[in-house]
């Protein structure tokens, strides 16, 4: 709509000055743009943010976002183009408000407990064959609007999408941090979200297709909002981006577009009635971005999943579908430490991470890439091996391939190898390159419609096999762990994998990335490069959100006395997340509560700072706390004192150059 308002006032101006050429002179009262045929607003329940819907002149629709007096999203189009209608042709049919309230328990998740409350709008309109429906709603803690497309006969049948019309008009000033995309192959089109979120002008996003979630502030407020996408699983669409069309370039107006990472040449086609996945800005003060489940709070109350024949099982067969087989836990893992798959198939190394995770504690171990590339672990090996990690109490996770393994993409082959490893004990999968660059001729992949189909059926079939999932090589949470909660951990994050990782990558994910969902960044003790200190890495074993948070370093330095107490107490699930202080690009930190103990972290940018930390969020009574900090001119090393801690104290904590620090607090 901002394109095409700045088109009648380009013409405007452009009577104006050939009247001024012939002599006239320039009108006093310049036409305005014909006022709207229609507009609806919807209010935040406190009333702080607010977003108004418009069909101008005509027919096109817009909205605009605004938080107080700072402008959020300047007016932007809404809609779709597809094939079968004009639904650029619309009448209003009809406009409903109501409010949505309701509660639900995590598994997993930054709370144990969340509360949900909005306003939402449903506006209908008519074209020919067809409605579209366009469903807005407001949280105290951000926006959503998704569209609804089903024929006027209410029957069935597909319809292909040619375009989303969806912008993002980001205010003039607004700084962005966005993760473009780039493909992970020199051939072909793949891209598995572990690219850096770098600032970026808003005036300077020419030329780059941005990836969802996107951070940036209003202009020059102390407003933020990070623009993501939920709902993507079983919409029968596919992933979406943001680019600047063509006529748009250098404005900071974003389209949501088609994922470039696709095998599909033609990836609109859907079945009716179809409902759009929903477009989502967390918005607010930082705390109120970090702190958000919005992507999550989209799902109401929905029920974990269900098989069709759901009611037809036997009361023992239903019980398993409440999920409460689902147990978050700390995960040994070698696969870093000893050149990846070269050794994944050692008997004895993987015998040495079962009996750490015993000691530790820890819920599981992973056989990750290779560990069935030799005999070691055939049928006989992987049950017996699952059979000794029984004993110890550990459960095992075994690597796969999403395309390679299964045929390309075959639900029989999959079926029957999840049947195989269930057999022989295991408890989960770590399945990995949904991206694709493995597999010879994908024919789909990234986040096409085919690929985001393949995730829900992975999903359903080890559901129904009561088996946990860790998805690598994929792509962003869309809030489907609210559907399938054995989704338990996902990579989708720069992370310890490419050893080179240094600060200005960990602090910005956690203001990106780190809000959607669970993160396998997979930390180490020992810093693997000169970016991140000890105290850093240990810090990002708690600030990260995970079901199942791998532990990556030897074994031999999970037992040093010094440390061995915290990483046997390292969270896998969570009651409560509360953002502290920070910035992006220059640090952060938070506290993470499990029960009566607290969990404080920081991690620090590429300069010197200092933070101060606030225990106020403390309940009553003294807290002892174990305090991680930088060793003195040793970035591999850390100094450790305890002390006690009360609701009243505040502390003042030096950060070096891309160090950090973490609390451990247990009530006295």
Known sequence: MKSTVKRLAVLLMAGSLALTAVGCGPKENTPDVPPDKDNWSV?????????????????????????????????????????????????????????????????????????????????????????????????????????????????????????????????????????????NKATGKFFSYEEAYMRRKASNLSGKIISMPMLYQAGDSDVYSLVTESGLIGSGFYGSFLEESKEDEGTGILQTVRTPATALESDGVTAYPFTSPWRVGITGSLETVIESELVEKLYDDAEYWKPDDYESLSDEEKAMYDYSWVEPGVTAWNWLSYNGSVAQNDWDLQIEYVDLAAEMGWKYTILDGGWNSGSTFNTDGLTRFCEYAAEKGVKVVVWCDALVDFGNGVKSLLCSKLDQWKNCGVAGIKIDFFDGQNANAPKFQGEDAAMIKWY???????????????????????????????????????????????????????????????????????????????????????????????????????????????????????????????????????????????????????????????????GEGNYTAELFTDAADNAKAVEKQSKTITSATKETLSMPKNGGFVYHLTKA
């Open 43 to 183: 209010s935040s329940p406190d009333g702080t943010l607010g977003v108004r819907v418009g069909m101008d002149a005509t027919g096109a629709l817009y909205y605009t976002v605004q938080k107080g007096d700072v402008a959020v999203v300047d007016q932007s189009d809404l809609g779709l183009s597809i094939a079968e209608d004009d639904l650029g042709f619309l009448t209003v049919e009809s406009a409903k408000t109501e409010r949505v309230t309701g509660s639900y328990d995590n598994i997993t998740g930054k709370h144990s407990h969340v509360e949900y409350d909005c306003n939402q709008t449903t506006i209908t309109f008519k074209a020919w064959q067809f409605y579209l429906d366009l469903v807005m709603r407001v949280y105290d803690d951000g926006y959503a609007f998704r569209y609804v497309v089903r024929n006027v006969d209410g029957g069935e049948g597909e319809l292909t999408v040619q375009e989303e019309k969806t912008q993002f008009a980001l205010p003039e000033d607004s700084a962005v941090w966005a993760q473009p995309y780039v493909t």
């Open 456 to 618: 829900e059926t992975i999903y359903q079939e080890t559901a129904r096999r009561q088996m946990i999932v860790n998805c690598h090589g994929a792509n962003k949470p869309t809030g489907e762990r609210r559907i399938y909660p054995n989704v338990i951990n996902r990579e989708g994050i720069r992370g310890n994998e490419m050893k080179n990782i240094d600060s200005s990558v960990t602090v910005n994910s956690m203001f990106t990335r780190g809000v959607l969902g669970s993160c396998d960044f997979t930390p180490v003790v020992t810093p693997l490069s000169g970016g991140l200190t000890m105290a850093h890495q240990m810090a990002l074993a708690v600030l990260y959100e995970s079901g199942t948070p791998s532990m990556a370093d030897r074994s031999a330095k999970y037992a040093e006395e010094q440390i061995n107490a915290f990483y046997k107490s390292v969270p896998a699930a969570r009651d409560e997340t509360i953002f502290l202080c920070g910035k992006p690009d220059e640090y952060y930190c938070a506290a993470i509560r499990v029960g009566d103990e607290w969990f404080v972290a920081g991690i620090n940018g590429i300069l010197e700072r200092s933070a101060e930390i606030d225990f106020s969020f403390l």
